[in-house]
């Protein structure tokens, strides 16, 4: 290891985190079903390899449990193939700004003025052939930058994953673009695990799921307790207080973690919140994500990724059904463990 390879020191940390908190066992999943919690791989192993490509997805599934759970944020190229990339423009995890320089848009989002590079104005030809895949967050490797194109769901769904988990972030921005997400949903192949459909969005949650006939399970995907959900107009802490109203529509919730475990100022953990309780009392899965090996969020976990996946799902109170990640490996060696 050194000057030649000086990404494979970090890499390691990456694949390993820390081993020391996970020798506890547990005597009984507190999940809804009571089997172990879901792995999910939030575009494949997105901690090490750009986010929705190949190897993200191959690697997650060759180093975590053999459930791991592949998630993929859908985006629709101008003919309608599904493609996994999250965020709504492709300039920040492409390279489709030098390709293509002047194909640059700007869109409405609501009442938000976009600018960016978006996969409505480019064939699914464009996408694979001529566009490449970056790593976003900068202070993760590089190395394999610029050699893989953009991976279709078709293509993810071709490495036989046991489940896959289809997010949907802007329906109604592909509407306006005559695009329907819904109807491609629904032609799906019918032997694709699609085992987990998620969005921040009610209606379309709503509408899906009288047409899906129960194919898939539907997650209202909670963004932060503050944000305002765009067709009931509540902020998204407001509907979950209600909880028997998203059991009439979703399966279960999605949650960034401090609606479970809240943090103070300081980073220190609070009490957990009775939400997990709570929805488990009404029939209702909670996933929690989006973790990562590479962000501190409470000083609690003493910078062990591990301990930290543990306080979600050994607990004397109860154990989250999903935990949502960037970095598979690590979360399956602390539900595999025990
Ligand atoms: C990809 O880029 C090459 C070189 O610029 C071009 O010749 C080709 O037509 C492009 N292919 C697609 C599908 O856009
Ligand atoms: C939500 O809360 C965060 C953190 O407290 C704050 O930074 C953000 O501006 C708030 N957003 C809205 C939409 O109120
Ligand atoms: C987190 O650490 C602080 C400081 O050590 C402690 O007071 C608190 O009880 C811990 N919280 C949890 C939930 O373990």
Redesign the pocket.
């Known amino acids: 290891m050194g000057g030649r390879y000086p990404h494979m020191l970090l890499i390691l940390i990456l694949l390993h985190g820390a081993n020391a908190a996970i020798d506890a066992p547990v005597e009984k999943w507190q999940t809804l079903d009571g089997r172990p919690p879901l792995v999910i791989a939030r575009g494949g192993f997105s901690g090490l390899f750009p986010e929705s490509s190949k190897f993200a997805y191959e690697f997650a599934m060759t180093a975590s449990l053999p459930g791991v759970v592949l998630e993929c944020d859908l985006q629709l190229s101008s003919d309608g193939v599904g493609f996994c990339r999250s965020g709504l423009t492709l300039d920040k995890s492409t390279l489709i700004a030098e ?1 293509y320089p002047k194909k640059d848009k700007t869109y409405k989002l609501g009442s938000e003025d976009i600018h960016g590079w978006f996969a409505v104005d480019f ?1 699914s ?2 996408l694979i ?2 566009v490449t895949v970056i790593q976003t967050i900068f202070s993760r490797p590089s190395t394999f930058d610029a050699i893989m194109g953009m991976y279709t769901l078709d293509d993810m769904a071709g490495l036989h994953p046991q489940q896959i988990w289809v997010n949907v972030e802007f329906d109604g921005f592909y509407r306006d673009h005559n695009l329907d997400i819904e109807d491609y949903l629904l032609k799906l192949p019918k032997d694709y695990p699609i085992a987990y459909i998620s969005s921040p969005d009610i209606s379309f949650l709503k509408s899906i799921g009288g047409k899906l006939k129960g194919r898939a399970k539907l997650i209202l995907r909670c963004l932060a307790d503050n944000v305002t959900e765009t067709s009931v107009k509540k902020s998204y802490g407001e509907i979950l207080k209600d909880l028997k109203s998203v059991k009439a529509f979703a399966s279960g919730i999605m949650v960034p973690r401090n609606y479970v475990w809240p943090v103070n100022n300081n980073l220190y953990l609070l009490p957990p919140t009775s939400l997990v309780k709570d929805a488990h009392a009404l029939g209702l899965e909670v996933h929690v994500g989006s973790f990562a090996n590479d962000i501190l969020t409470s000083y609690n976990y003493s910078y062990d990724p591990a301990a930290e996946y543990l306080q979600f799902i050994n607990n004397p109170d109860f154990t989250v059904d999903g935990l949502m990640t960037d970095f598979p490996p690590t979360a399956s060696g602390a539900v595999g463990k025990h």
């Open positions: 390709m064939t030809d464009e052939n001529n």
